[in-house]
Each structure stands twice: as C-alpha cells, then as structure tokens.
Nanobody
C-alpha cells in the first residue's frame, strides 16, 4: 500500500507563507511524478503543480511566481512552498503520485489525506 502523508497546513493572513510537506515511501518517490492539487468548497480539484524525480517542475498559471515545488530525495519528501498567499488560495491541498505528469486528478494513482490551508483577508 502506497502511502502519502501531508503536513503543514494552517491559517495564515493574506500575503503570508506556508510550506506543505508530503512524505512518501521510497519506491513511490523514485517511480512516480508527484503532483499537488487543491480543492475549494464547491469546486473541482485543480492542479497546482508537480515535480519529476530529476527535479523538473510544472505549475498552474494561478500560482506561478508564488509557489515553489521541491523535493528532498534523501527524506523521500516533496514540498510545496507557498508565498504571497491570497484568500482565493484557501482550499484543501493534496499531494498525489502518478506515472506521468498530468493536470487531471483522475490520472493519479495515489493520494494523501489532504491538509487545510486557509488564507484570511
């Protein structure tokens, strides 16, 4: 059973920063593309960004320049650094593992439990 464990969510004021972590099993980390998604109430789950094993990244236009995805291969962990947060960034954030990079949630095989991020105005 592949497990993805997220942490780091919370409440922050607009303009602030948070860093989310997603810890995985070693096999997952080396094999899969790791994506971050978010889902706000009443909305569909949307792609935030992702990272390959070698470090190449992709970002949604809505977060480019504000969010950064990185990975620590020694710790089998992926990070989502979120800066200049806006109220519209409020959502449950999920990490996911898939065999290819994709903007579509259905293409991912494994999911974390999600962590709430709330940005107050």
């Amino acid at each position: 059973q592949v497990q993805l464990v997220e942490s780091g969510g919370g409440l922050v004021q607009a303009g602030g920063s948070l860093r989310l972590s997603c810890a995985t099993s070693e096999r997952t980390f080396g094999t899969y593309y790791m994506g971050w998604f978010r889902q706000a109430p009443g909305k569909e789950r949307e792609f935030v960004g992702g990272i390959w094993w070698r470090g190449s990244t992709h970002y949604a236009d809505s977060v480019k320049g504000r969010f950064t995805i990185s990975r620590d291969n020694a710790k089998n962990t992926v990070y989502l650094q979120m800066n200049s947060l806006k109220p519209e960034d409020t959502a449950v954030y999920y990490c996911a593992a898939g065999v290819r990079s994709s903007l579509t949630a259905a293409d991912y095989d494994y999911w974390g439990q999600g962590t709430q991020v709330t940005v107050s105005s």
